[in-house]
């Protein structure tokens, strides 16, 4: 069974940084890429960045470049994003999600249960 | 960025009742493969999305038969032959084609 499970939420400051990783199990995490989507409250999802197999590429929404970074260790099965520079408008429900439902196809059939995070002072 | 409007954003249903969404995208997503890159999606409450139809009208793994998807281009069409009382929740249509991938703004279904 293909597991997400995401960690690292929270509420930090504005101007703060976060980590949050996604753990995954029950497929070849090597051979998907992976996808951050988050959803603010009350609002649709909203797709973040992706990042390739074998992390040699990755994509960002415009809005979020050089903020965000998202990265993959293979050997550990997870996925994580480096989120710097918090501001209000980035409090939302953040949920890592498979590429499927077979390699190579775009759209997403495994999302994690999602993590929380809150930027207010 | 691809922008998706659905209509309409809100639908009351009688169980056993049919129920359709539409979905129109300001880019054509027929690839040259012949696929069209739409999915659509079912968020219950409390939960997160889960794929309901990818490539614009295949069903997803483990997805009632009462769910189907059509449409080619623009625009796209979610129906639910007979809808039933776990149907209830926001469905969001998705482009895949082009990143960064782009959702509707949601349709929420209700039960009457």
């Known amino acids: 069974e293909v597991q997400l499970v995401e960690s690292g939420g929270g509420v930090v400051q504005p101007g703060g940084s976060l980590r949050l990783s996604c753990a995954a199990s029950?497929?070849?995490?090597?051979?998907?890429?992976m996808t951050w989507v988050r959803q603010a409250p009350g609002k649709g999802p909203e797709w973040v960045a992706n990042?390739?197999?074998?992390?040699?590429?990755?994509y960002y929404v415009g809005s979020l470049r050089g903020r965000f970074t998202i990265s993959r260790d293979n050997a550990k099965n997870s996925l994580y994003l480096q989120m710097n520079s918090l501001r209000a408008d980035d409090t939302a429900m953040y949920y890592c999600?498979?590429?499927?439902?077979?390699?190579?196809?775009?759209?997403?059939?495994?999302w994690g249960q999602g993590t929380l995070v809150t930027v207010s002072s | 960025d691809i922008v998706m409007t659905q209509s309409p954003l809100s639908l009351s249903v009688t169980p056993g009742e049919p129920a359709s969404i539409s979905c129109r995208s300001s880019?054509?997503?027929?690839?040259?493969?012949?696929?069209?890159?739409l999915d659509w999606y079912l968020q219950k409450p409390g939960q997160s999305p889960q794929l309901l139809i990818y490539?614009?009208?295949i069903r997803a793994s483990g997805v009632p038969a009462r769910f189907s998807g059509s449409g080619s281009g623009t625009y796209f069409t979610l129906r639910i032959s007979r809808v039933e009382a776990e149907d209830v929740g926001i469905y969001y249509c998705?482009?895949?084609?082009?990143?960064?991938?782009?959702f509707g703004q949601g349709t929420k279904v209700e039960i009457k």
């Open positions: 490539l614009g009208s």
């Open positions: 029950g497929f070849d995490f090597s051979t998907y890429w």
């Open positions: 998705m482009q895949s084609l082009l990143t960064p991938k782009t």
């Open positions: 999600a498979r590429d499927g439902p077979s390699p190579g196809l775009p759209s997403y059939d495994s």
């Open positions: 990042i390739k197999e074998d992390g040699s590429e990755t």
């Open positions: 880019q054509n997503l027929l690839h040259r493969n012949g696929n069209n890159y």
